[in-house]
């Protein structure tokens, strides 16, 4: 089964390439890697869920926001691989961030949704360095953030 079959598989459809208004680029490749820039829980270029963990979104609801986080990534990636997943050697380092009522001390729960979309994608080549952090706000009053590093093949 190949990277884009397990995709499907997990039910994500990859969204269009939008490039944002902003003064940053939503993705870089640099000597075989790629960096994909934070990505928000944005459908139609708004957020599905505003606030912050636990008290205005759940556990729950924010480990959903983290795999849509995930979702428009790979939407980025799949632009920078021109559509051929299997250039993906390995997940480098994931970055998860999560907007938290002050004393929520488990952001890294959020993250594993992430996290693990991550490694039933690529399998072996998912698994990853990574930090989860609690911060007090994000964009858009987003509840969560995930960016990440590639390998790439030549």
Known sequence: MSVMDRI?????????????????VPYTLHHGLLTVSGQLPLQNGKPILVGTVPDAVTVEAAQDAARLCLANMLGWVGAAVEGD??????????????????????????????????????????????????????????????????????
């Open 85 to 154: 997943f299997e250039r993906i050697r390995g997940v480098v380092r994931v970055g998860g961030y999560v907007a938290v009522k002050p004393g929520f001390n488990d952001a890294p729960q959020v993250i594993n949704a992430a996290s693990e979309l991550l490694n039933r994608i690529f399998e072996e080549r998912g698994r990853h360095a990574r930090v989860a952090m609690g911060v007090a706000s994000l964009p858009f009053g987003a509840p969560v953030e995930i960016e990440a590093t590639f390998a790439l093949d030549a």
């Open 8 to 24: 499907r598989a997990a039910g994500i459809v990859l969204p269009a390439a939008e490039i944002p208004k902003a003064l940053y």
